[in-house]
């Protein structure tokens, strides 16, 4: 099993920044290299169903939704399953909950959540 955990959420001010970090570490045993083959985040509003953001594969071109195109950038650090969001130029409307996903073994794997507020 994996475990994920999220951090550097907050409360920001429309049109500032923050960036996300979720490590993976594998539950099971104490043997630290293993690897993830997909990695991404996802969010999910009050009221709304969770949602992309954005996902990066190992030898795929990264992918992201609509909305966050040209504001967000996600990164990873494959040395240490370790996967970034940077997020530029936020909106009131990216606030949510914001998830980390880890495909392992084919079997996604979910954090807890960080919750990110964005005030207008």
């Known amino acids: 099993q994996v475990q994920l955990v999220e951090s550097g959420g907050g409360l920001v001010q429309a049109g500032g920044s923050l960036r996300l970090s979720c490590a993976a570490s594998r539950t099971i045993d104490t043997i630290s290299a293993f690897s993830i083959s997909a990695m991404g985040w996802y969010r999910q509003a009050p009221g709304k169903q969770r949602e992309l953001v954005a996902t990066?594969?190992?030898?795929?071109?990264?992918n992201y939704a609509d909305s966050v195109k040209g504001r967000f950038t996600i990164s990873r650090d494959n040395t240490k399953n370790t996967v970034f969001l940077q997020m530029n130029s936020l909106k009131p409307d990216d606030t949510a909950v914001y998830y980390c996903?880890?495909?392992?073994?084919?079997?996604?794997?979910w954090g807890k959540g960080t919750l990110v507020t964005v005030s207008s």
């Open positions: 990066i594969t190992t030898g795929r071109p990264t």
């Open positions: 996903d880890a495909l392992y073994g084919g079997i996604h794997y």
